[in-house]
């Protein structure tokens, strides 16, 4: 490797390829702490680097693994089998450009969400795809696996905002996928292969992004059950009367104990689940509407109180129960199984009871929580003792059989945080022989050497 390393500095230059001990433990890891150490990290600077960095580690067979923020829980970002980390926060960061008369903006992959969000609103304008890790996750990795976030029931997801995608293949040839146009039927849809596709297709050098005009208003609400089979109900059935809330998130009352008992937030005890979110407009006529649809198809099914926010910081109480959510559940246990399955609105209520049910098999709690407004669940096998490997075998059996449930309802295996290394062993029970082989005959058309991001996905 030494060669290559040579090689690789007459590209980057010397103090941006990295190979001592601390860099590469630092771009070892992601949000799964599993850890598989790169043989080096490269910084590119531009377009044209990463076009020369291919070429040479596609001639040489030599892996190649994107890297955004780190932040994924699947490990997409890990270098299974060694090989560089391309590392995107120190050059390619920057906002090239919002257009207010076309409404798109123009960034590179490096850029967090939340900064862009805050660029655009000092416009007017709005980029709606809010995952829970915005504050520091980066437009490339949301690209990449296709993030979600709460105001996904409304707005959906990363793919309906990327119109065009600049990327490199592995052999250095660098390709335009889409366009800045609202329509545009001519070809191949690249684009939409390569958003979700992790890193293993090609390398994103820049996105361009739908906007929107930003809302004027908001109001967050809180609909209060005593069962979960009563709030799940409640969701497909409140949007099939029309409301259109720009989220309602769901907790149940294992999530409800939880915050309780470890943060002090002020919830009835009684609380068999909670559904809440925002809804937001341009008049308040329009806000009192939406809020009145949702009171009303709440109440007839079980809602036992339905409460609106006074102003933002009543608001920010009632978000902060969702947001501390994930923190707060881990009185049950020291290691959390996470998968964040999704399945039709209309299974919601069935779905719960299963992944109960296979709780209680197990021997394990599993609070829930989650995107309900969108049928996106975030499911919680709690193992009490990370250290019994007994324990944690069970606790994956117990995930393996939730996945089952969760195909056989019409679902699948992840909503928003990707397949990776963690899921990819989960493939076949989602997908057929077939599907998987023409899968492996895209990524091969891409990326005959395998160079990308190997090991992800199954593939």
């Known amino acids: 490797m030494t060669k290559h390393i040579e090689e690789l500095k007459k590209i980057v230059g010397e103090d941006d390829i990295k190979t001592d001990k601390i860099h590469l433990r630092a771009y070892s890891y992601d949000a799964t702490r599993e850890h598989y150490y790169p043989d080096a990290v490269l910084f590119p600077e531009n377009e044209e680097e990463i076009s020369k960095i291919l070429k040479y580690c596609n001639e040489n067979k030599i892996a190649i693994i994107p890297r955004g923020a780190g932040s994924g829980f699947t490990g997409g970002a890990l270098p299974v089998n060694g090989g560089i980390v391309l590392a995107f926060e120190k050059y390619m960061n920057k906002i090239l450009e919002i257009d207010e008369k076309d409404m798109v903006a123009v960034v590179q992959p490096g850029v967090v969400n939340a900064h862009l969000q805050r660029e655009v609103e000092k416009r007017g304008l709005f980029y709606p795809p809010d995952p829970a890790s915005m504050d520091y996750s980066t437009i490339g990795g949301n690209v990449s696996e296709n993030a979600g976030g709460m105001r996904a029931a409304k707005y959906g997801i990363t793919k309906d905002y990327v119109m065009s995608l600049r990327a490199v293949l592995p052999n250095g040839e660098i390709i335009r996928a889409g366009k800045r146009t609202i329509k545009d039927v001519a070809g191949y849809n ?168 296979i709780g209680r098999k197990y021997g394990f709690e599993v609070p829930c929580f989650g995107h309900a407004g969108d049928g996106n669940i975030h499911v919680n096998v709690m193992v009490k003792d990370k250290n019994n490997e007994e324990e944690v075998k ?25 397949i990776g290394l963690s899921k990819a062993p989960f493939m076949k029970i989602a997908f057929s022989d077939a599907e998987i082989e023409l899968f492996k005959r895209i990524k091969k058309a891409f990326d005959p050497n395998n160079i990308l991001n190997p090991g992800k996905m199954g593939l």
Not at 212 to 231: N, Q, R
């Open 394 to 418: 069970k606790g994956y059996k117990a995930v393996e059989e939730i996945f089952r449930a969760v195909v056989e309802m019409g679902g699948t295996l992840s909503g928003e945080h990707g």
């Open 190 to 357: 690249v684009a939409g292969i390569l958003v979700g596709s992790e890193g293993t297709l090609a390398v994103i050098t820049e996105i361009t992004l739908k906007l929107l005009p930003k809302p004027k208003l908001k109001k967050t609400y809180m609909g209060i059950f005593e069962s979960v089979e009563d709030a799940m109900n409640a969701v497909y059935k409140s949007l099939a009367s029309g409301a259109m809330p720009v989220a309602m998130e769901f907790m149940d009352s294992l999530v409800v104990k939880a915050l309780r008992e470890k943060l002090n937030v002020n919830l009835p005890q009684w609380a068999g689940a909670l559904l809440i979110g925002d809804v937001d407009g341009n008049v308040e006529e329009e806000i009192d509407y939406q809020l009145k649809i949702l009171k009303e198809s709440f109440e007839d099914n079980g809602c036992k109180e339905f409460k609106i926010a006074k102003d933002e910081e009543e608001s920010k109480e009632i978000w902060y129960a969702r947001r501390n959510a994930s923190q707060a559940i881990t009185i049950y246990g020291n290691k959390k199984l996470n998968e964040d399955i999704s399945v039709p609105r209309s299974k919601l209520p069935e779905a719960l009871n299963r992944i109960y049910e």
